[in-house]
RNA sequence: GGGCCUGUAGCUCAGUCAGGUAGAGCGUCGGACUUUUAAUCCGAUGGUCGCGGGUUCGAACCCCGUCAGGCCCGCCA
């Protein structure tokens, strides 16, 4: 069973209803690790659905958050928010710092500002949830009546959290953290409480009382959390192992739920995804690879199922070099296959007969529509990759593409993947290996290798090449032609040109290529190779 | 210090919850086909299941210990 219906299993045994639910801080750009926050919830909500229970997608916006600290990505300025609220301060402009027209004029913020693209991304992906505004439910007072019971039970839930989490809170903790007098949840204690009011006096001087039935600040995160559980019903949440060690926010969260009157949802720890060779990403070292970046080279299925195919407790390599290439081949095979036919064998092993089931439930999540059965598009990653840049114009790989019958008619969806796949060669990330390279100089050492026979066929194919018109059915028709001319078989002479022309044993088809380059070039490349060997 | 996750074929991983002959894909090698789309098809290759003990008729799986990597215990998914 794939890792989304064990979950959807053990949901059904506890009752029909559920609200699965995921959420971000947008403190700065969205990296496709956030997407497997999201991914890994739409997918459970998706097999929830499957499974024939009531499920609702909800993705919580944590807007309440304040900024921690001036990022790197952000202007001097921002100084004075540090401390602020992300939906309740104004978002950067292209300098970094803050664009306070559009707050002021559209209320556009910080949080607005990172949210949007991953939005969009989400959109593509296919990801539709219900979105949850925290700072917005605070305000409209979503969190009052779980704040008063938590304010009401400080001392519990303090001793929930120093016990489990084995840390020491300060003396005057308390489960509100008031906006100061400059709007910030820093630098501000807690003087005292009496519903709805809690009491403070910050570093500036300031007193003040913060009306927690109103949103005048936020419960600290290891509340929220449980809070947010029990308002709005969440009955199973994917995190990332941040919050599920033993101590974490999660193991606290159970708890303190339940002094809430809720029952804590069913937790699905997620490991992290790292660029390959990269290590975790991180938005202030640089090397992070947005769900938009990412959208412009794959399609939005595979990068579903790169996160479908693994179990939520694997740490996720993202290669954006060879492994897409490998991934996105994956994909293709597994849309060509027939698993209804395959489980209808009934001499497969328990093992077997798992493994189809997994591949069968990745593929299932890969779709963008539910429910909807993938097609192969019967071109490869690869072969794409190889006509994309031997064809300077979409029409002639669709007319290569269908004479010889590997399509017929040119889908959007095939459009769609040429056009990424034009981006990805054009990208930092397209990989040496998969660059059509003629070279300039003869390999002495493959060259080297050559028996007679390879010999006297390069001598041939130097001299055909030479008369034949510059086209590639030409050029395509003189390469054979030289070995059979000798009685050897085309094969040979095939190897003979990748070796003189590419120094490899074997490579895309040649023809084409050529033909797209300079026939002087060609010519001159060949007669180099000769009198290498004839030395 | 306390805890969590991971360790299985060259690579990526299933299989561990319910113990019963070690399994996929990729790669590699071989063959077939071919005026060769790094293609396709067929076949083969490949593992002291990190290590040591225990329980059991039987352990990759359960228990104890141990090593290695990653992570958490001050709101980084």
Known sequence: MHWTDVTAQSLSHKGKKHIVSTGITPSGEFHIGHLREILTGDMIARAAQDAGLDVEFVFIIDSADPLRKVYDFLGPEYEQFVGNQLGAIPAPNEDGNPDWERFEKEGWTYANHFLEPFLK?????????????????????????????ACDRAEDIRECIERISSRELPDDWFPWSPLNSKKGLDKVKVTGYEYPLVHWKDEYGETGSSDISKGEGKLPWRIDWPAKWGWIGVTCEAFGKDHGAAGGSYSTGREIVQLLGHEPPQPLVYEWISLKGQGAMSSSAGNTIGPIEALE???????????AKSKPNKAIEFDTGMGLVTLADE????AARDFDKELANEELSRRQRVQIEDAAGALRMASTVAGEKAQATAVTFRHLALLAQTKKNDEDVWSS??????????????????????????????????????????????????????????????????????DAQSIGASIPQAARDLDLSPRSAFKVAYAALMGAEK???????????????????????LTSITE
């Open 121 to 149: 991304a989400l959109n593509e992906i296919g990801v539709k949830p219900r979105l949850i505004d925290n700072l917005e439910s605070y305000r409209n007072g979503r969190f009052a009546e779980l704040s008063k019971i």
């Open 297 to 307: 080279l794959v399609p939005p299925e595979i990068l579903r199922l790169l996160i």
């Open 331 to 334: 994909y293709e095979r597994l």
């Open 401 to 470: 593409l269908q004479s010889s019958g590997a399509i017929g008619t040119v889908t959007p969806e095939l459009q769609d993947r040429l056009n990424r796949m034009r981006h990805w060669i054009h990208s930092r990330h397209f990989p040496a290996e998969m660059k059509i390279h003629i070279l300039e100089q003869p390999n002495l050492e493959m060259l080297r290798l050559f028996d007679e026979d390879e010999k006297k066929i390069l001598t041939n194919m130097t001299a055909a090449i030479e008369a034949c018109d510059w």
């Open 507 to 529: 490579g895309p088809r040649l023809a084409p290529i050529l033909a797209e380059m300079e026939k002087q070039e060609i010519l001159a490349l060949l007669r180099a190779c």
